[in-house]
């Protein structure tokens, strides 16, 4: 009998193809593990195409899973275990597996006619590629087969079930529960396809515990470390629409969001439209420019106008987003960035459109930008949009990223309260109103709606004269509107709570932001407790950076930027301060692995 | 819910503070003088009033309009009333745009918000040219036009603005001239009544970079002679010293005579209900003798987008309740950590 | 100068070495060995054959094609092969492109082609919905879609893409289905040899998106039932258990079942150059009885744009002589310091 | 009678109704300065509309030049005349004239009503406002309607011709012969008009002459420091057309021009357009993304692919923009900058698009970037771009503004022989052919288009594998591939010319880049007339910026960046090299005067 070992972490992989429902299984051992109490996070990986060439390496969908008996922030770098589904499944995927690691192996699909699908010239499970794992072979295709038949479910749907037989190996050998699974597929397929899952579930469990496949059962414990409270597991798309609507609604303003559909931003407008009891309207429009247009127009009627894209989206929205400007209503952009440039690689992760969303239009037309630290946090930034966007009267831009916007974690929700808003009003009172006036503080202009009696005004793109809002040509005024305009970006940085410094007063400080946080949190906890003397410091206030930024840096002597792109950041940075922040860049459609960062960041001290 | 009364307006209640600026002669001002006379007669408060224009010269119509008025940019102005209408359905909303403006650049936006039939009034002043960036020749410009951007002559055959609003899915579609006075405020009625898109193509005259482009139907005998005037379930016939007549054969229009030959009785009728119809006559030549049709060319009754949008709201609450935060945050599989 | 012989090419020939990377079943699979089939035969040589295409499962089109290929961006293939075109008229060009790609974001230059009449030819597989970004209704999806993207049901009112293009002024409006494997080479020919700017809407299955939105009409029986195969000169009429045919009336088209009352005698005749008759067709509703019909639906003759960009350049040449640079630098006046 | 002066430089300033015709006048006396061999400088300066409303501020027309026996840099600080054909003119141009100069006002249009259109309360002439000016009133409309009417003109038309006269006024004051303008008129115009005109013009002089309105006659000889050789007048957008050609033509190569009309590129439309028996195709697209995808079409095909366009229609071919850079195709993108943000003041020059250019887009996505120093720098930089696009297959952007496109000044026409470029040839040999295999020193990829035998292959805008071009989602080959899209912009300031110093070789160095260049060399003269130790560096390659810039700003104690925006090269400089260049920033829609920047300058050794 195998023995029941506990382990702290322990991190997953399921790959297969694109039609093997991989993203189905690696989901529901998410929310079973959420729901059991670990800390968890999650990597999606797949392909750009819908249903890419059956066998061959680019049809690989791949989904990896951390969790842990305490707090963690990434995936995780190399897997515990690897569930293969084909050869192409293996040999794309055995580079991200532990040396000595367990891969699990459908042996269903060793054919000539598969290994040569992945462009395999010999077989890796004989021809020594695999000795340094731990390899366990299941006909997991034939044992499906098998455990389904009596559901009276044809040869093809059988198939279909399978990555439930390989959920329920992976939920015996991590002692997971399978109710929550049973009840999901219970209320998401008729019958007999909702039996047919099930046993293949329970089949994949008994298989494991009675074939004896494993020479250890793992338990990881709860996280206990973690804050008291209700929990539910959230990817970033789904907390960045929740975070619009619940911002929305706290200011008591209808929310129009205003998109056209592209990868990786669409799960978004997924997430919305329902919520159109919510006072929520989605607009998808015929391409991102009406996108934006029509979210303004709206912001210009007295909704919080949002809208959301990735990288092409945004190149083609900049020429609205000036008007927004210029107009200085309320708008929130998300662009949720892939890789580029052009078309790039749409499915993959990148952060390089900072630069973009800083100067991308024409003319001096500063907006402030913000970025989300993880899939959870992409709820706070969504308020913090809105915040910023109503108080000020600015166009907002909000980077998110592939990998945040597909990855999942516990979110502890919010308190009701704690993110209270301050009121939003819309002036009403025609006495001494002027279009272009503005509050002494945050520099805002009144927000009047059409509507309102007496106070008929009009606006538009041509340069304005401060506080009449009439056109002007005025040399002095035009100097002076772009200086307003920037300096009210600038006085958002007087809202920000002080910078939070994580780690050491000294040596190292490694400067992250956007979706790089949980990586470089991981490697510089890890280098501290090497003994070096390092700290971490994330901005999620890209534009205008936090007022304490400087004098922090400053502190340091050496300051690490590491970022998804060819350096974009740390050009902000070098500019701003003239300090010689150093870039590192990886560019490959892919997250950073914690022993990267680590081992940049002890270059350092060599 | 009773709506406050709607004060009586006149004229003057529509004219802005700004200085026009328009060149001396151009047609935008009677189009102007027309439209402040028709918003003052519609019943409609002021203040729920607005108009969204693009960029050129038609485009600077909100400016001199003491309505609610966003001049946005070049081609995008459908765009940006969909969203104001959608989310603002009490307001009437007016575009503002130019053959350029909304056949060129914003062409995509022109031919979506036709299909999605938002209901709002799009105004679209057909001078044939781009005015503002001086002279060069537009998507309705005809063919071999001699601008700056084509010294031998344009090689681009130019759109039929009406064909296109058809074809896109239009649901009210009409024409009228700048200087026909008392054509134009008819026409801005029906389009301000009808309960969907309505596309009001306006011919005005550029007098600094087409000047004359009608001349040929507007001037005084023209007028009479070249003008069919449309009006649903009437003959299609016109002139006054010769009297003319269309009729249909092959499902093709054909001019004739009225006298001895032909009489009224021959004639095709206007059905504002019949597309093919419609597509004829915004496809007649008058270079090939035919006349020029104004009026209302087709019209017809469709759900708006902005009616769905609120009936699907209003279902959703029905069915879901208002929608509570507390539900919003806690959706889905939760637990509690202690 | 008389060009080079073309070989004589089988379909194979057209046959790309990437792995094509559509959804088993996808409608698509037919469209692409179609196309090789038609390119293998209208004998233009393999290098003169340039497939654009914007960004959609369609428009991975021109990886599978051994000849020139681009892949460009959403919307804007129409673009692209208009700069190409008449930069280089003696190349075949042709577009793939999908309902979103063409309609949605393209829809500007999809109708600004049209009307230009450039020499090329649009393949639109519409498979009425956003097949890439995994299934988001599009422009031509029936109004009341269930999609990720409208859960309640879409609000939009569909496009009819070839009323559209005819509205554009398009010269040669056609459409087939991906799975009429004899009825789609005889249409891709004939776009091949219209001069001008041919569109052809292939009505396509998106298995896993939206599987059977074409079975109503495509599947055995329907197919012999529900389908109006358009020939010029012939009447309108189809069925093979029971025959059917059109009959004009007011300008509509009305269903008749052929028998005692009517005979094939009283149908309409179809007239490939009658856009009224062809906006009829364009317009029926499969749902109010009507066939889905399917060929060309119109064609007329008309000058190519870049036929008149190569004139004028001819016609330069010949008034100013070859462009000569001194002749450039030294134009206008000039002074000489010595 | 009056005397005969000399001076060496003359300032002269025209401004009227948009209906006036100032333009037209302004290009004649420039026209006949440039013939009879002075060099000058010249600067309109016009309102949005067609016809603002007449009599208005908002509708005035200003036309500056400068002309000098010497050689000059700009069209002048402050004038030595002005003729005001109205009082709006007057009021809204007199800050620019000299004190103790001569101002010249048509005072037909001085009724009461004429005084209230420019928005004045009490008349200027009388209630002290011209007291510092030397005042000379003509009654310009009565004397020209006299002076045509014997041609039958109506009195309408008459009024057209009031500009000639104003001009004839200022031919006889500074000297200038009739006949250039004689001739322009009798080819332009039909009779009668073209004698109305004339006699317009000539009733102008002899007014002047008899009338003996002026104290003294003022002399401009030639300049004979200009190098010798043929001369034209030549404006910006035409230099830049004429370049484009130029450049095509030496190459062999289609020259495609794929654009949508907007103030102020329209002009290079318009001057291309009749060149078409040199092989130019003009494409007025629908917008312009169309624009430009049809130029990378063309560029596709064989031809030089150009797109024209300003500052929002930049940001609408970002999308396009990045496909040009991942298919590596050449391009020329020419912006000719206005004041922004949005639609801003259309026809007023700025810098502001610097940033816009190098970043955006979605992506990393590199181009190189450049900018003419003065209006016939732009025949240069035309042909440089056409070089660096069709050398290194690259996108290029082009970054003019208003006042360098049109501005005009005397052009020595080059040597046919003196911008020889490398010739392109298109690959035709199948043998070995890979789309994208990569020349050693530039990095290029083979430029191969449809039409050539044996060589069909597939290009597009997803990530690319380096050598084949197949597409690739392979990790380090993306990475590969932005480094490489990099590298190769990067190699272009390989092939730069050492950067000019000019000036002292050390103190302040003022670092500048487009159409600032003729005021701060003309400021950096000054001062170092006044014995301050200046240089004066100009950048025409923004993107590379040129190897050797790091090392000659580093030898100066200050780096002043003087810009007509709110600081974009500045912050690139601080970003690259870490130098704590110092930004001075103008942003009013005009050109910076001579006296500003000295100040500046100044200022830095106080
Ligand atoms: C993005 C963008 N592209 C181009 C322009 C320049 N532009 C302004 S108005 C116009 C055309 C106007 O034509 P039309 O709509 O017919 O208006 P008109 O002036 O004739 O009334 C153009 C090309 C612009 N303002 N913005
Ligand atoms: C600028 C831009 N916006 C959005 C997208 C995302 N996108 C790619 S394909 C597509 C729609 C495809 O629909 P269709 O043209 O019908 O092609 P299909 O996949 O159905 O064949 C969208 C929205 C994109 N690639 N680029
Ligand atoms: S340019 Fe033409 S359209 Fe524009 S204001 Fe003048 S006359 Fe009217
Ligand atoms: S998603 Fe639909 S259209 Fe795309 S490849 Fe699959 S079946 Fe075809
Ligand atoms: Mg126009
Ligand atoms: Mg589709």
Known sequence: MSTLETASEVVIRFAGDSGDGMQTVGDQFTRTTALFGNDLATFPDYPAEIRAPAGTRAGVSGFQLQFASHDIFTPGDLSDVLVAMNPAALITNLKSVKRGGLVVVNTDRWTSRDLEKAGLASDPLTDGTVDDYHVVKVQIGNLTRGAVAPHGVGAKDADRCKNFFALGMMYWLYSRQMEPTEAWVASRFKSPYKEANIAALQAGWSYADTAELFHHRIEVPRAEDLPTGRYRNIMGNNAMAIGLVAAANKLGLPLFYGTYPITPASDILHHLAPFKNYGVTTFQAEDEIAGICAAIGASYGGAIGVTGTSGPGLALKGEALGLAVMTELPLVLIDVQRAGPSTGMPTKVEQADLLQAMYGRNGEAPVPVLAPATPSDCFAIAVEAVRIATTYMVPVIVLSDAYVANGAEPWKLPDLESFDLAPVTFRTDPEGFRAYARDEDTLARPWVVPGTPGMEHRIGGLEKENITGNISYDPENHELMCKLRREKVQRVANSLPPTTVYGDEEGVVVLGWGSTFGVIRTAVDACRADGRKVAHVHVRHLNPLPNDLATILRRYDKVLVPEINLGQLVRLIRAEYLIDAIPYNKIQGQPFRTDEVMARIEALFA | ?338
């Open chain 2, 1 to 338: 819910m009773t709506a406050p009364a709607v004060p009586q307006y006149t004229k003057k209640d529509f004219t802005s503070d700004q200085v026009v600026r328009w060149c001396p002669g151009c047609g935008d001002y009677s189009i102007l003088s027309n439209v402040q006379s028709v918003l003052a007669e519609i019943g409609v408060a002021r203040e729920n009033i607005a108009v969204i224009s693009g960029i050129g010269c038609s485009s600077r119509f909100p400016y001199y309009l003491s309505t609610y008025g966003f001049h946005t940019i070049h081609g995008r102005a459908p765009a940006f009333a969909t969203g104001l209408k959608v989310s603002r359905p009490e307001l009437s909303v007016w575009v503002a745009t130019g053959d350029g403006d909304a056949l060129s650049i914003g062409g995509n936006h022109f031919i979506h918000l036709l299909r999605r039939n938002v209901d709002l009034n799009i105004l679209m002043f057909n001078n044939r040219i781009y005015g503002l960036t001086k002279g060069q020749y537009s998507p309705t410009s005809e063919q071999g036009k001699k601008t700056k951007s084509s010294p031998m002559g344009s090689v681009d055959r130019p759109f039929e603005p009406l064909s296109l609003a058809l074809g896109s899915g239009g649901t009210f579609v009409a024409r009228s001239v700048d200087v026909f006075a008392d054509h134009i405020k008819p026409v801005l009625h029906a389009a301000q009544r009808h309960h969907g898109t309505s596309f009001v193509e306006i011919y005005q005259n550029c007098n600094i970079f087409n000047d004359g482009a009608f001349e040929q139907f507007t001037d005084k005998v023209a007028k009479k002679e070249r003008v069919l005037y449309l009006q649903h379930g009437q003959p299609l016939v016109w002139g006054s010293a010769v009297r003319r007549g269309l009729v249909m054969r092959d499902m093709k229009l054909e001019v004739v005579e009225l006298g001895d030959t032909y009489t009224e009785a021959d004639c095709a009728v206007h059905d504002e209900h019949n597309r093919s119809l419609a597509m004829l006559l915004a496809a007649m030549d008058p270079n090939a003798g035919f006349p020029v049709a104004v009026g209302v060319f087709y019209q017809i009754d469709a759900p708006t987008y902005e009616d769905g949008v609120v009936a699907q709201a209003k279902a959703s609450i029905q069915k879901l309740g208002t929608g509570d935060l507390a539900r919003l945050l806690g959706a889905g599989d939760t637990w509690t950590h202690t």
